[in-house]
Every structure is written in structure tokens, then in C-alpha cells.
């Protein structure tokens, strides 16, 4: 008995990693210049570059797959290799926002009780901060750093029903694409990138409220930190998405997808779900609790 095998198209040798292993250094460089004021103005012009690249990089990559697609080297098993592939790339973002929500709980659960006191830590209250109140948020740091928290009504509730309308309508673009309703599909996936669009301005607009008046920044202790560490690579995630989106309503405009063939489209809509779930444990965990 025969055994026929499905062709597997491996592509020739591609600049595009290396092309991303640069701009991700060059973000997180100038990330970290910037946030340690070092170097005057290099943090953030690292930090553009890296941009920059990044988004040539996106740009390219996302061309070659493109071009390979249309001419047809594509088989199901290769399919199934994306799936897979994007499945396991968001399992790893599951697990970095996993890491930064452990943080959160642990100084919430263990590390605040035990300045306050708790579990036979007395001492340890005494010592390091007898006027100390195990609450949360911390509203001020042993070197007398004062803050205010940020509620959960205004900007950031409008945020989460942003969020939550733009996966709907991410769905709707999904059946539409299923039912080959293409005018239904640009107009779907258009409003959720112009939403994902509205969320990130909402959102400069409240770091703007927070730093100017509510005093609320980066350096506003264990609560600043966790606030922005949270909600800033969150924010980097939605202005990732809301590309990898803009581009598939790009495509769509171009003609590209069918029925039956539309993983580039899925595996964006996928990573947009992804962030809304994100979104709403960081609306209960970092803004309401």
C-alpha cells in the first residue's frame, strides 16, 4: 500500500528573524534607557528605532507569507504547522502576563501582610516600617512618595467595553468571512481596527490623567509599578494586534482570503481575543480589587 505525502514548503533562508531579534533589542534598550533617564535623549530614539524596525520587519515578513500563500506552496499539513505554531506563541504570552499577575498577587497577598506584621512578622514591621498599613493599594513608599489610586469607573471602564465591542465585532468579521460576505467583512473588521485605535488614545490619555494628576507614575512604589508594567505592555499588545488586524483589512480590501483559506486572518483574531481576555483580568484584578 502506497503512502502519498503532502508536499511541505520550507522556504529559503530569511532576514526577517534576525531583522526582529534586532528591533525587539532595540525596544527593549531603549525601553530601559528611557525609564532609567540615562543618556538623555537616546532612550527614546533607541526606543523609535526599534519601532521602526519592528514594523518593517512585520511589513516584510508578513509580504513573504503573503506572496508564498497566493502562489499556492501552502498544504494542509503546513496549516496545521501555523496553528500549532500560533497556538504555542500565544501560550507564551499566557504565561508573560502570567509571570507579571504572579508579581501582583504576591505583593498583595504575602509581601504587604508581612510589612504589616502578619504571620508572626512583628519584627519585621517594626523594623523596616513601623507606621506601615497593609493595604492595598500602597498609597505611599518608605521614602515618602504619595499617590493616588487609579478608580475603575471613567476612562477605564469605557476601555473594557471598547475592548469587549471590538471582539464582537472581530466575530462578526469571522462569519461574515464564512459566509463570503466581503463588504460585511471590510466593514466589521475596519470598526474593530478603529477601535483598537480609540482604546490605545483612551489609554495615553489616562497615563496623561495619572501622571499629571493623580501623581501616579512608574516610580510610585510596588502600586506604580505593577500599575504600569500591567497596563504598558498590555497597551504594547493592543498596538500589535490593532496592526496585525489593520493589515488583514488591508488584504481584504485587496481580495485576499476565502472561506476555506483565511488563517492569516484567524490567527490575528485569535491574538485579539487573547488581549480582550487579558484586558478584563487586568480591569477586575488591577483596577476594581
Not at 525596544?27 to 530614539?45: C, F, N
Not at 504589616?116 to 512618595?145: C, E, H, Q, R, Y
Not at 504594547?236 to 481580495?255: E, F, N, S
Request: proline content about 4%; charged content about 10%; aromatic content about 16%.
Amino acid at each position: 500500500m502506497s503512502v502519498k505525502f503532502q508536499p511541505y514548503y520550507v522556504p529559503d533562508q530569511s532576514p526577517w528573524p534576525l531583522v526582529g531579534a534586532l528591533g525587539l533589542f532595540l525596544l527593549a534598550g531603549g525601553a530601559g534607557l528611557w525609564i532609567a533617564e540615562l543618556g538623555g535623549i537616546a532612550g527614546p530614539v533607541v526606543f523609535a528605532a526599534g519601532t521602526l524596525v519592528m514594523t518593517v520587519m512585520l511589513f516584510g515578513w508578513f509580504s513573504n507569507v503573503i506572496e508564498e500563500s497566493g502562489a499556492g506552496l501552502y498544504s494542509k499539513q503546513l496549516d496545521r504547522s501555523f496553528r500549532l505554531g500560533m497556538s504555542w506563541f500565544i501560550f507564551s504570552e499566557v504565561m508573560f502576563f502570567g509571570a507579571f499577575f504572579g508579581a501582583l498577587f504576591y505583593a498583595r497577598m504575602l509581601s504587604v501582610p508581612w510589612l504589616g506584621g502578619a504571620g508572626n512578622n512583628a519584627m519585621t514591621n517594626a523594623v523596616l516600617w513601623p507606621d506601615f498599613s497593609a493595604s492595598w493599594p500602597l498609597l505611599s513608599t518608605p521614602g515618602g512618595i504619595e499617590t493616588t489610586a487609579m478608580g475603575w469607573f471613567g476612562l477605564p471602564l469605557i476601555n473594557t467595553l471598547i475592548l469587549l465591542t471590538s471582539s464582537v465585532t472581530a466575530h462578526l468579521a469571522h462569519l461574515a468571512l464564512l459566509d463570503n460576505k466581503r463588504s460585511r467583512l471590510s466593514q466589521w473588521l475596519g470598526l474593530t481596527v478603529l477601535l483598537g485605535m480609540v482604546f490605545l488614545t483612551l489609554q495615553v490619555w489616562e497615563y496623561v490623567h495619572a501622571y499629571q494628576e493623580l501623581g501616579l507614575r512608574l516610580d510610585s512604589g510596588i502600586y506604580g509599578n505593577t500599575f504600569f508594567l500591567l497596563t504598558g505592555f498590555h497597551g504594547a499588545h493592543v498596538t500589535l494586534g490593532t496592526l496585525m488586524l489593520g493589515i488583514m483589512w488591508l488584504r481584504v480590501r485587496k481580495g485576499h482570503f476565502t472561506p476555506a483559506q483565511h488563517f492569516g486572518f484567524q490567527a490575528s483574531s485569535w491574538y485579539w481575543h487573547f488581549v480582550d481576555v487579558v484586558w478584563l483580568c487586568l480591569f477586575i484584578f488591577v483596577y476594581i480589587l
